[in-house]
């Protein structure tokens, strides 16, 4: 019966936590296995997921590679622990071409053959049925693994898939990511995800100066990394009447900087309803005025919460090649324009000193703004 092993990762370090890093993984596979049949058990450090439909193997596989804390899967066939079975389990999964060795791992010392043995046998068998096959024990392109276990059935396998390792979604916190349409929240959210983090996103609009496909951008690419987090609310925050306060009432050049502030401040606040302990951002430092330390101050300064910038240290190219890795970037960068091009001021600060920040924002009501944007908020849930 053909079968697929999932091997977990770091999780298993975690001592004491243990069984609260397993319950999250087990509940996250189940998640994303939702619509498929099937039958689950754990045994010895690893899962095993048995009778379900064959047709739909290769999708299971990638659903559940993209579980953050699996660090490998199998496709094996589970046999009797009989030679035979064992032998012809193997010859399927014999290469056509090129080197090999077969590993045996015998848990069963009942199984009257040493491990050694087996290998050497099998590795026999193999070669009976493909004589153009070689031999190489030290640096084989093609292993066959055979796994005795102790209750009389035998795994066998060939190459495994890489899963996606990290930390289970739920044991990370929580936190909420600013979520834009360009290329870097995505990620940065794709990274606090892969950390373990239950996140959910706050997206900013000006409605009617941006539009609703700009709008169902940043619900399409929810959408995308939703395949990570897992779960995904989207607050939709209405944020045209802050920034015609700002451009009405404060220096052009100090738009961007001022917009940032209220953006942080309202993220917090959606945070704290939510019982989130951290806010998230795409940015990454000097990729634009808005993201020298002096601009990172001036927004950082209104949070009292962390904020995480998990790409604060990557180059652009670095960031897209994840982007097209997970999925986003073909959405990331379809010409919506974003909120932050309105008004766009020709000369932005690039080095706003923060008490020439504040000094700026007195002219504006700032608890009022963030009252009504926050009363502004439409929550979209991802299906
Ligand atoms: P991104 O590609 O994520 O849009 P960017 O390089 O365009 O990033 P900025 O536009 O300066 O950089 O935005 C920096 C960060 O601020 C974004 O990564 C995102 O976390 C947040 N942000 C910007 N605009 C919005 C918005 N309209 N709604 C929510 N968050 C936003
Ligand atoms: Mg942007």
Same mark, same amino acid.
């Given at each position: 019966?053909?079968?697929?092993?999932?091997?977990?990762?770091?999780?298993?370090?975690?001592?004491?936590?243990?069984?609260?890093?397993?319950?999250?993984?087990?509940?996250?596979?189940?998640?994303?296995? #939702?619509?498929?049949?099937?039958?689950?058990?754990?045994?010895?450090?690893?899962?095993?997921?048995?009778?379900?439909?064959? *047709?739909?193997?290769?999708?299971?596989?990638?659903?559940?590679?993209?579980?953050?804390?699996?660090?490998?899967?199998?496709?094996?066939?589970?046999?009797?622990?009989?030679?035979?079975?064992?032998?012809?389990?193997?010859?399927?999964?014999?290469?056509?071409?090129?080197?090999?060795?077969?590993? *045996?791992?015998?848990?069963?010392?009942?199984?009257?053959?040493?491990?050694?043995?087996?290998?050497?046998?099998?590795?026999?068998?193999?070669?009976?049925?493909?004589?153009?096959?070689?031999?190489?024990?030290?640096?084989?392109?093609?292993?066959?693994?055979?796994?005795?276990?102790?209750?009389?059935?035998?795994?066998?396998?060939?190459?495994?898939?890489?899963?996606?390792?990290?930390?289970?979604?739920?044991?990370?916190?929580?936190?909420?990511?600013?979520?834009?349409?360009?290329?870097?929240?995505?990620?940065?959210?794709?990274?606090?995800?892969?950390?373990?983090?239950?996140?959910?996103?706050?997206?900013?609009?000006?409605?009617?100066?941006?539009?609703?496909?700009?709008?169902?951008?940043?619900?399409?690419?929810? #959408?995308?990394?939703?395949?990570?987090?897992?779960?995904?609310?989207?607050?939709?925050?209405?944020?045209?009447?802050?920034? $015609?306060?700002?451009?009405? #009432?404060?220096?052009?050049?100090?738009?961007? *900087?001022?917009?940032?502030?209220?953006?942080?401040?309202?993220?917090?606040?959606?945070?704290?309803?939510?019982?989130?302990?951290?806010?998230?951002?795409? /940015?990454?430092?000097?990729?634009?005025?808005?993201?020298?330390?002096?601009?990172?101050?001036?927004?950082?300064?209104?949070? *009292?919460?962390?904020?995480?910038?998990?790409?604060?240290?990557?180059?652009?190219?670095?960031?897209?090649?994840?982007?097209?890795?997970?999925?986003?970037?073909? $959405?990331?960068?379809?010409?919506?324009?974003?909120?932050?091009?309105?008004?766009?001021?020709?000369?932005?600060?690039?080095?706003?000193?923060?008490?020439?920040?504040?000094?700026? /924002?007195?002219?504006?009501?700032?608890?009022?703004?963030?009252?009504?944007?926050?009363?502004?908020?439409?929550?979209?849930?991802?299906?």
């Amino acid at each position: 019966m053909k079968v697929i092993i999932i091997r977990y990762s770091e999780i298993h370090l975690k001592g004491n936590n243990r069984e609260f890093f397993e319950s999250a993984l087990v509940a996250n596979i189940k998640t994303v296995l #939702k619509e498929y049949r099937y039958e689950f058990s754990r045994s010895n450090a690893r899962y095993v997921i048995r009778n379900f439909d064959q *047709t739909r193997l290769e999708d299971m596989i990638d659903a559940i590679k993209n579980v953050f804390g699996v660090h490998s899967l199998s496709i094996a066939e589970e046999v009797d622990s009989v030679y035979e079975q064992i032998s012809s389990a193997a010859l399927q999964f014999a290469p056509a071409s090129g080197t090999f060795k077969v590993v *045996t791992n015998r848990a069963d010392k009942r199984f009257p053959m040493q491990s050694m043995k087996v290998s050497a046998e099998v590795g026999g068998d193999i070669l009976e049925q493909n004589p153009h096959l070689k031999v190489d024990l030290f640096a084989p392109e093609h292993t066959v693994y055979i796994d005795i276990r102790e209750n009389g059935k035998t795994f066998v396998y060939g190459e495994t898939i890489k899963g996606v390792n990290g930390m289970p979604v739920g044991t990370g916190g929580r936190g909420v990511v600013m979520l834009s349409g360009g290329i870097d929240s995505p990620v940065a959210t794709y990274m606090m995800a892969k950390r373990g983090m239950t996140l959910r996103a706050v997206h900013f609009h000006s409605f009617p100066y941006t539009s609703m496909q700009a709008r169902q951008k940043v619900l399409d690419l929810a #959408k995308i990394v939703k395949k990570y987090t897992l779960h995904m609310t989207v607050d939709v925050v209405s944020f045209t009447e802050i920034q $015609t306060e700002i451009h009405e #009432k404060c220096p052009e050049e100090y738009m961007i *900087t001022i917009m940032r502030r209220f953006m942080m401040r309202i993220a917090e606040r959606i945070a704290k309803i939510h019982g989130a302990g951290a806010v998230i951002t795409g /940015e990454s430092l000097g990729q634009v005025a808005s993201q020298t330390l002096e601009s990172i101050t001036s927004t950082n300064s209104v949070a *009292t919460i962390p904020v995480f910038r998990p790409l604060i240290g990557f180059d652009k190219d670095e960031i897209i090649e994840i982007a097209q890795k997970i999925g986003t970037f073909e $959405t990331s960068i379809l010409p919506y324009e974003d909120c932050c091009t309105i008004f766009l001021p020709k000369r932005p600060v690039t080095k706003p000193r923060l008490e020439h920040v504040l000094k700026v /924002e007195s002219a504006l009501d700032v608890d009022a703004l963030v009252e009504n944007a926050l009363n502004s908020i439409e929550s979209v849930t991802i299906e």
